[in-house]
C-alpha cells in the first residue's frame, strides 16, 4: 500500500527522503520501504521497454540530486591506477613491443600519446576483435610505457569514498540486475525453436537497462567495487534469483533458466542415459570421462552405421584417472552467484557486444577479475558448445578472444586458475571434444580397414576456424612458463594431448587422378593448413619455448617418448608395414613434427645424447617413410605428374614451403630424414631415395630402358628433383649446428638474392618461430643489425614515367660473393621463376664486377661444420650405392643419352664435392693401390669416394633389348671401339649379394630393399613408348623372364669417375685435350669459386688431387693418354638431331636479325613523324631559305592507314588530343607559399585569394553597372572549368579515326576508358585521348611575306587592321573539313559543365558563346606559361610545348568566331587609336553603359582582335595590335599604381610630371604620364579618398626605381601572353633570358623595343610605348570614362581600376610531415554535412574540405560527395587522401584510379590501408611528382590502372 503511494509522489522527492531515512541508525522501515517500492518498480511482468523502472533506479541511486551530478560526485573518487578502457572492432589502438611484457598489450590511443614512445618499436593497429587499454598494469607492460597519469598513478592519493553516497546503489543494484537476468531468461528460446531474429529482440528491449549498467561500470572504482561485491556475493544471488515464493511468474521464470541449464555440460542430459546401459547409470560421466575422453563420448549415437561407431569405438582409448580429474568439465553447470548467471545467459545470447563491453569494463576490480576469470574458466565447455552451434561464428569467435585475451594474458593469473580450477584440462579436454564431432575415417596407406580418425577437412568447424578461439587461448596460456610447465610434467594430459594432433595426422589425403581431369577442386586445403598451423605447431612452438635450457631435459624426454608411442600406435592403425602406397599424399604429418622438433631442441640447446632419444632402426625406417613421400612428390608436383588434381595440389606444394608455414613443415621433415639418414644404412637410404623417385628403371647404363612408371619427359625432372633432393639433405644445417644468427642471415641472404625486398616483405618472408608470443625474431642479433650487414638500402626512385617505387633492400656484393646459397634458394622458393630470378641476378653480379662472363653454374658453398651428433650423415654420401648412380649419370652424360640435363651433372658434380669436403674420419686405407680382381661383379673395392674416384669399372653386364645397338650380332671380334662409344652400361650381379647375405640376418629389410634395389636397377628393357604401360602398380615387378627380348651382354666401359671427368671436361670446354699433363702443378683455388661446369669440374679435380696424392698420379695419366670419343655413325640420331638444332638455330638467328632492322627502321620513321608535328618551326625553317613565298603543304602521317599527305578539305587529317576540364589556373593565389592543411579546429583554409574568386567577382561587379555583352568581352573566364586540349602528336584520317573507334565500339575486351564518350588511346603511342582536332589545310607556320617585315607608318598599319576587323573574311562553305571543326567545338563544348559557360545575363546568347571561345584560347596560353614555369625565362621548346596545339586550336576557333562581327561602333579598337566623340546617351536610353577601356582585360582584346581577324594574319598587323594594347596596360599599370600612393607622394608625382609634359620625349616618359593619370583620375567622384587607410600604414617611399619596376611586374604577364600567341602563330623561336632580363626580352621579341644589344641598358618600359595619336588626349579621354560612371561607388571603381594580373603557380596544401598528425585529427572528425564520423573519410588535396568516400549519407542525385566535389573544386578531376588508408585516389570525369601514397616509412615504404601501422613521413619527393602531374594535367597518361567509378566514391 504504502508502495503504491510512494510511486505517485515525486521521484526525486521520494529519493531524496529515503535516502535520508537510510541514513538513520535503525534504518528498518527504510530499507523495507525501498524493497516495496522496488518490488512494484522491477515487477518482471512489466514489459521491458517500459523505461519508467530505469528512471525510477536513476533517482533512487542518485538519492534525490540530478543523476548527471551524481555520476560526477562519483567519478571523482576514482582511485583506479589502470585505464581499462575497452573498445570494440575497429577501434585504433597501439602495440608497443619496446614495452609489452604480453605479445597481446596494447594501449588506446590517449595513453599512447601521453606516454614516451620515440625511438620505439611501436604500431598503430586496427582492433579486429576489440580490447582494452593495459596502460598501468604492469603484468602486461613495462611501467616505463605508462602515461603520466597512470605512471604518477594519480589515483592513489584519492580520499576514500564517503559510504552514505554509494547506501542507494548497494540497494537497488542487486534488485536491478536480478530484474535484467529475469528478462533475459523469460526471452530465451532455444536457437532451433526460433529464429536468431528473436533474440535480437529481447537484446534491443534490454538495450537501455545494459546501457545503464554500462554507464555504472565507467563511474570509477568506487562503483565497480559495490558492482562487484553484487555480482559475486553468493548469499544475495540465494535470496534473490529464485524471485518471491507467492509470485507465479517468478517461479516460472525460474524453472526456464534451470531448464536451460540442463544441457550446459559437455555431455548432454539425453546423451547420459542412452548410454547408462552398457555403463552403470550412477557412475555414468565418470565412466564416460575415463573411458572416451579422445573418443567421441558417444560413439552410437554418433555414427550412422553401428559398424562403422564400432571400429572407431574399439581404438585405444586414453585413461583418464577419474579420481583426480575435476568432473565438472562434463556435469551440468550450476551457478552459485549473479556473475555465473550473467555469463551464462551472455554466451546463451551469443556474446552481445554491450554485455561483453559491461563484463570487460568491470575488470580493473581485482576481486572481479579473479572470480569472473573462474567464472569464465567454469563456461568454457558451455562455450565451446554454443560456438559450435552459432551461425555468427565469426562475430561470436572474436567477442570470446575479445574476453579471454584480457584474462589469459596475465601470467599471475592464469597460474592461478591452472591450478584452482583445472584450466589446461578443461581446454585440452574442450578442445578434443570440439575435433571429435568432424572425424572421419581415414585413407592412408590401407583404405579398407584402416583403424585411424582424421579430422574432416570440409566440415564447416575447419573450413570457418571455428576452432581458432579456443587453439588461441590455448597457445596464450602456454606462453607462461609455469602454466606450460605444469603441462609438460602431467603426463595424462600430454597423452591427451598427443592424441588431440594425432587427429590431424595424415589429414586431407590426396590421391592421385590417373585418368580424368579431377571435376571439382576442392579447396579444403586452406583449412588443413591452418589447422596444422594453429591447433598443433603453434602450440609446439609455445612448449618449445620452454624447454631451452639443460634443466628442462626431462620434458623434452618426455614428449618425445610418446610422441614415439603415439607413432607407433598409428602406424599400428593404419597398418603400415614398409612400403607407402603408391600415388597418395599428405602434407600433414604433425607427429612427426613434433617429434621432429623437440629432437632438434634437445640436441642444440639442452645437450641431449641423439641415441638416447632414437627408436630401434625398424621404427626409424618406418619414420623416414612418409616425410620421404612428401618430398618425392614435390618433385612430381612440380614434374606435371599430378595435373589432373587440379591447381589446389600445386597450391599445397606451394603452401607446404611457403614462409608462414616452412619451419613448421618442411625443415622438419627434412631435419627428420637426415637424422634417419645418420642412423640408417646409407645404402638403404639411397635407394629409397631413388625408388621413391620412381627414376630406378632410368639409372642403367644401356641407351635404352624401360621405365614402368614414369613417362619420359617426366623422368628428366624427376631425376633432377631425387638428386636436388640428396644435395639438399646432405648439406642443409638448420637443424644441424648452425646457430640462430646464422639462420637468420642464411634466410636473408637467400631471399634478398631472389629479388630486391622492402623491408615489410622482407619480415613477412623471413620465417620467424611462429608462436607468435615471442613477436621478436629469435637470435642474439636484431633483425636490423644483420638486414644492414647483407643489404645495402635503395631509397625509392623516381622515374619519369611517374612509376612509383618503394625504398628496397639489395644484396652486398660481398654477400653474392661469398654467400649466395643456390640450395637454400632452391629449398625457399615458392615459385620455380624465383630460382631462375636469383641465377639471373648473380650472373648480373658476376658479369658486372668481371668475375665471369659466361652463364654461370650455381655456386659452391662451404658449409658449417656438423653438429657432432650428426656425423653419420656423411656416410651418405661414402656409400657404394650412391658412387655407382654417380658414376652412372657421368657416364650417361658423357655419352648424350636421353633426359640428361646440366642441372644432373651440376648436382652430381655438387654431390662428389659434398663427399670430397666431407671425409669419413676412419679410413686409413686409402692409399693402398686396390687390387682389381673379379672386373665386372663387384663395382668398387670400398666405400671411400677417394678411393672409388679412380677406381677404374672394365666390364660391365647389362641387360638390354635385342634391339639395342649394343648386342653383338656376329661373332666377337674386337669391337671395343664401338662398346665403348656407344658405352652402355649394367650392374654388378653376385659378389656383393654375397656379403648381403651375410649382413641379412641383421635387418631382413633393408636386404630386401637392396635387392631390389639391384634387380630394378640392373632390369632393362627397351624405350618406354614402345612398351604399353602396366595400369596398376602391383605389375611393376614384372617375374624375371617374361620379356622374352632382354638379352644379357658384357660392355666394356674401362673407366672410372676421374676420367669420366676430364672427357666431360673436354666436352664441355669443345677442346680436344683441354687439360695438359701439368695442368694440376699450376692450379690456383681462388679463382673457382664462382663460374661454369668447366670450373667445377677443374675445382673438383683440383680438390681430390690436394686430398690423396694416388689421384694425382692418376688425373696426370689421364690427361696424358685421353682422347675424345669416336664419332658416332653418320645416321645415328643424335648427330643429325645436332646438326638440326645448329641450322635452326642459325635460322632463327637470321629471323632475329631481319625482324630487329624493320623495327628499327619503323622506330626512325615514328621518330620523324613524332617531330614533323612536334615542332613546326624547323618547316619553317627550310621553307625560309628564299624571301618569296613557297607554298609547301605540311604533311600528314596517318597513324593508322600509315599513308602520308596533306590535311585536305576533303579529308582532313587531324591532331590525337584529350579535351578536359581544368580548375589549375582558377586555384592560384598571391602568394607563392602553398597553404597549409588545417589539422587543429582553430586552422581554416579560406578560398577567397583564389584566382577563380577573383575573377568571378570582377565579373559579376562589371555586369551590375554596364551592357551584359561589353562586359563579355572584358573579362575571360575559364580559370574555373576552363577546357585544356593537349595532344600526343600523332596525327591521323578523320575518316581512319571513325573506323577505328567502330571497332572498338565491337570489341568485347574491356577498356579502362569508355568508347561511347569518344574515348581511346592513340593507335600508335597508346595516350589516352577522346577527340581530334582537325588541321588546317596548307603550309605549317605564316612564312615568307608574312613575316616579311614592314616599315610603314604605325597610323597606316592602324587603318589596315580597322579595315580587316571590317572585312569579315570570307563564310568558310560547308566541307568535310567545317563539319569536323564544327563537331570539335561541340566537344569541347561537352567536355565542360553548362554552368562554367553561361555567364551571360540571357544565356545561349552568341556573346556567351564568343567568351567561352576566346577565353578557350586564354585558358590553353596560360597553362602552358604555367607548364613553362610561370614565365618565359627558358625560351625554347618545353615539354609542355610538345604537348600544345595551339596552332591548329587558334584556327578552329578562328573559323568559328567568323559567326561573330563585332558591331563597329563598339569596336574597341577605335577607342585604342582614335579620339572618338562619346555619343550623348539619352535620358531614356535604357542601355547600359559599355564597360571603361581602363576596366577591360587587356590579353582578352588581344585574343579578341586577333581570333576575329581573318586568317593568316600578317605579322606586321599582330605587332600593330599588341603595340595599342602595350599602350593600354601601360595606363592600367600606372592608374593601379596611383592608387598605392599616400596623398603627398601623389601630389609630389602628379606637380614633377606637369612640369616635365612640354619636354620631347614626354608621350614616353612614365613620370609624365603618371602625373596626367593622376591629376584626370582625381576628377573622379573622390577615387581616392578610399584608399587612405591602407595606405597610410605603408612608411616606404617610392622611389623611380621602385616605379618601374612595379610597372613592368604589371605588364609582363601581356607580353608573355603575347610573345606566346606569336611563337604558335609565327614559328618565333621564344629566346632564353635571365629574370631580371625578361621584360626587355619580351619586349624585344614582340618588337616593342628595339633588339637589346650588349651595352645598351635595360628597356624601362615607357619606351616602349608608341602612340598614334596625343597621348595624353587619350589618356584623358579613357579617364573620362570612369569619371562619367555616375551610379559606380567609388569603392567598386577602385576594385575595378586595380586589376593585378600576377599570380602564383598553382599549389597543393602543404601537408604535415608526420602522418598521425592527419590521421588523429581526421579520422575521428564528424563530416559536416551528415554530422556523423565518416567510415572513409577523405581530404580533398587542392582546397582541404572533408567529404565522405563512398558514404550514402551524403549522396545527392545517386552521386557520392567524392565526384560531386571533384566536380565543383576541379571541374571533375579531384585528388582525395583517404585517411584510413593513407593512399591517394584520383578521380578523373567518369573514371578514378588509385595513385599510390605520399607518405612512406622509415623503409621508405606505402602502408597501404594502414596495416603495419608504422610511423609514416612525408615523401616530398612523390607529393612533388603529384603536384606535378596535377598542374601539368598527365593523371590519364601516366597513371596506367583507371576504372569507372559510377558516381559511387
Known sequence: MMAASLLRRDKKATAAHLKADLKRTDNTAAVRQIHELLDDVLNPEKPATDTEALDWCKCLIAGGEAFEEFCKTVRSFDNATLCGLVWTANFVAYRCRTCGISPCMSLCAECFNNGDHTSHDF????????????????????????????????????????RDLLLMSELVLPRFILSVIQYLRDGYTEPDSSTERDLQKVLQQLEPQISFLEELTKMGAAMRTVLTKILTNQQTFKELSMGQEDNLFAKKNYEKYLAALKNSGLVSVDDKHQSSGDVGAEGGAETLLGSAAPGSPDESSKEEDQDAGQSVGQRKRVKLSSSTK????????????FLEELLFWTIKYEFPQKKVTFLLNMLPDQDYKITFTKTFVQHYAFIMKTLMKSHESDTMSNRIVH?????????????????????????????????????????????????????????????????????????????????????LEDHSLLMLWMSFVSFFQGMNLNKRELNEHVEFESQTYYAAFAAELEACAQPMWGLLTHCKVKETQEYTKTVVRYCLETLQIWFDAISFNDEPLPNQVTFHLPLHRYYAMFLSKAVKCQGLDLDSLLPDQEMLMKIMVHPLQIQACLSEIHSNMWVRNGLQIKGQAMTYVQSHFCNSMIDPDIYLLQVCASRLDPDYFISSVFERFKVVDLLTMASQHQNAVLDSEQERPMLEGALTFLVILTSLRIHLGMTDDEILRAEMVSQLCMNDRTHSSLLDLIPENPN??????????????????????????????????????????????????????????????????????????????????????????????????????????????LHIVIFTLLYKIWMDHQNMSEHVLCMVLYLIELGLDNQVQDSKEDEEPCIEEHCHDSWFPGTNLISNLHHVINFVRVRVPETAPEVKREAPPSTSSEASSYGQNSRRLSANWRENLREAQVFSLVAERRRKFQEIINRSSSEASMVVRPKSSSTRWVPPGTPPQLVTEILEIRESMLSLLVKLHQKLSSKQNSLSESWLDSMDMSRHAHGDGITAIERILTKAATRSCQIKRSIRDICGKVHPPVPPKKNSPTDKKAMDKEERRQRARERQQKLLAEFASRQKSFMETAMDVESPETEAAMDLGTSEMMESEVLYDCVICGQSGPSTEDRPAGLVVLLQASSVLGHRCKSGEAKNLPTSDEEHIYSADTCAVAHDVRLTLLQRFFKDSSCLQSVSIGWDGGVYVQTCGHTLHIDCHKLYMESLRNDQVLQGFSVDKGEFTCPL??????????????????????????????????????????????FPTESNLSKEMESVIKDIKNTTQKKYMDYGKNPGSPDNDFLFMYSLARTNLELELVHRGGNLCCGGASAAAKRSCLNQLFHVLAMHMRLYSIDSAYNPWTKLTQLTQSRETDGFDEERPEVPMLFRDVPSLLIIFVLTMPQPLRKEHFTCVVKMLYNLQFIQALAALSTKLRPEERQAWSSSGAIKKARANAETSFEVLLGHVISELSKCNNLYAVVVEDIMLSSSVWSPQSVEFSLQQYCLPFLRLACLLQHHLYGDD????????????????????????????????????????????????????????????????????????????????????????????????????????????????????????????????????????????????????????????????????????????????????????????????????????????????????????????
Open 123 to 162: 604500431n598503430m593497429f586496427r582492433s579486429q576483435a576489440g580490447g582494452a587499454c593495459d596502460c598501468g598494469d604492469s603484468n602486461v607492460m613495462r611501467e616505463s610505457g605508462f602515461c603520466r597519469r597512470h605512471r604518477l598513478r594519480t589515483g592513489e592519493n584519492i580520499p576514500s569514498i564517503p
Open 326 to 337: 575435476d568432473l565438472s568439465i562434463i556435469e551440468c553447470l550450476k551457478h552459485k552467484c
Open 403 to 487: 574476453i579471454s585475451v584480457q584474462l589469459f594474458s596475465n601470467e599471475e593469473l592464469a597460474r592461478h586458475v591452472t591450478e584452482e580450477c583445472q584450466l589446461l584440462d578443461i581446454m585440452v579436454t574442450v578442445l578434443l571434444y570440439m575435433m571429435e564431432s568432424c572425424l572421419i575415417k581415414s585413407e592412408l596407406q590401407d583404405e579398407e580397414n584402416s583403424r585411424h580418425v582424421v579430422v574432416n577437412c570440409s566440415e564447416a568447424l575447419l573450413k570457418n576456424n571455428t576452432y581458432w578461439p579456443l587453439v588461441s587461448d590455448f597457445i596464450n596460456i602456454l606462453s607462461h612458463q609455469s602454466v606450460a610447465k605444469k603441462f
Open 772 to 881: 607468435p608470443k615471442s613477436g621478436i625474431v629469435p637470435g642474439s642479433c636484431s633483425f636490423e643489425e644483420m638486414l644492414s650487414a647483407v643489404a645495402d638500402f635503395k631509397a625509392p626512385v623516381f622515374e619519369p614515367g611517374g612509376s612509383m617505387q618503394q625504398g628496397m633492400y639489395t644484396p652486398k656484393a660481398e654477400v653474392w660473393e661469398n654467400e649466395f646459397d643456390p640450395i637454400m634458394v632452391v629449398l625457399r622458393t615458392v615459385y620455380r621463376r624465383d630460382v631462375q630470378s636469383a641465377m639471373d641476378r648473380y650472373s648480373a653480379f658476376l658479369k658486372q664486377s668481371g668475375i665471369h662472363t659466361g652463364n654461370p653454374w650455381p655456386p659452391y658453398k662451404e658449409r658449417t661444420p656438423l653438429h657432432p651428433c650428426y656425423k653419420g650423415l656423411i656416410q651418405l654420401l661414402h656409400c657404394k650405392t
Open 1325 to 1370: 603511342c597508346r595516350q589516352f585521348a577522346n577527340s581530334v582536332l582537325p588541321c588546317r589545310p596548307g603550309r605549317g607556320s605564316e612564312t615568307g611575306a608574312w613575316h616579311s617585315p614592314a616599315n610603314k607608318k604605325i597610323s597606316v598599319l592602324i587603318k589596315e587592321v580597322e579595315a580587316l576587323q571590317d572585312n569579315l573574311g570570307l
Open 1630 to 1849: 621564344l629566346t632564353g633570358c635571365e629574370e631580371q632580363e625578361e621584360f626587355s626580352s619580351l619586349a624585344a621579341c614582340l618588337g616593342l623595343a628595339p633588339a637589346p644589344s650588349v651595352a645598351s641598358n635595360p628597356v624601362n618600359s615607357a619606351s616602349c610605348l608608341e602612340w598614334a595619336v596625343s597621348a595624353f588626349d587619350l589618356v584623358t579621354h579613357w579617364c573620362a570614362e570612369v569619371k562619367g560612371l555616375s551610379q559606380v561607388q567609388a569603392e567598386q571603381s577602385l576594385t575595378l581600376l586595380v586589376q593585378d594580373p600576377q599570380w602564383a603557380p598553382p599549389r597543393l596544401l602543404q601537408l604535415p610531415d608526420n602522418y598521425n598528425i592527419i590521421f588523429q585529427y581526421y579520422h575521428r572528425k564528424a563530416c559536416a554535412v551528415c554530422k556523423k564520423v565518416p567510415k572513409d573519410p577523405a581530404l580533398c588535396l587542392v582546397c582541404g574540405a572533408f567529404v565522405c568516400l563512398k558514404g550514402v549519407c551524403c549522396k545527392q542525385q545517386g552521386i557520392c560527395e567524392c565526384v560531386l566535389h571533384s566536380q565543383h573544386c576541379g571541374a571533375a578531376t579531384g585528388i582525395f587522401l583517404l585517411i584510413n588508408a593513407s593512399v591517394i585516389i584520383i578521380i578523373r570525369g567518369h573514371r578514378f584510379c588509385l595513385w599510390g601514397s605520399v607518405y612512406l616509412d622509415a623503409h621508405g615504404e606505402e602502408d597501404r590501408d594502414l596495416r603495419r601501422g608504422k610511423p609514416l613521413f612525408l615523401c616530398e619527393e612523390r607529393y612533388r611528382v603529384l603536384e606535378q602531374q596535377w598542374v601539368s594535367h598527365t593523371f590519364d597518361h601516366i597513371n596506367k590502372r583507371w576504372g569507372p567509378h559510377y558516381n559511387g566514391l
